[in-house]
């Protein structure tokens, strides 16, 4: 954990290798640990790359870790639930455009479906 920190003060002075090196390091982890919650890809690696930004913009303010994995996995877990929540009108939108084009498809059958009924009694 010692080298974590190391890594994690390189980070907050800016150090370009340091960021290199826990991508490298994390990437596919945090991947894998993002499908828990999303199985979309390209949605997980935007919030994986959204969070690496994070880190640098607010490298200042970051306090000592020891622990980068750990603290990794929280943030990329707190930034997804973020997004996914953010997100959910836009859900709700999509739902609503399939639940009218359900109701359509069942009102044209049983449209259909009378003018069926009618023609079998003429």
Do not use: P
Not at 16 to 22: D, G, K, L, P, Q
Not at 102 to 109: D, F, P
């Amino acid at each position: 954990m010692e080298k974590d920190l190391l890594i994690w003060q390189r980070i907050k002075k800016g150090d370009s290798e340091a960021y290199s090196i826990i991508y490298d390091q994390y990437v596919d982890v945090l991947i894998s640990i993002g499908q828990y919650y999303s199985s979309d890809k390209e949605f997980i690696i935007s919030c994986i790359h959204d969070l690496f930004f994070d880190i640098y913009k607010y490298r200042k303010n970051l306090s000592d870790n020891d622990n980068i994995k750990l603290y990794l996995i929280k943030s990329l877990k707190r930034k997804i639930v973020k997004e996914l929540q953010r997100n959910k009108t836009i859900k709700l939108v999509d739902d609503f455009k399939v639940i009218k084009m359900v109701q359509a498809m069942l009102k044209t059958q049983l449209l259909l479906k009378r003018e069926k009924d009618i023609l079998k009694k003429l």
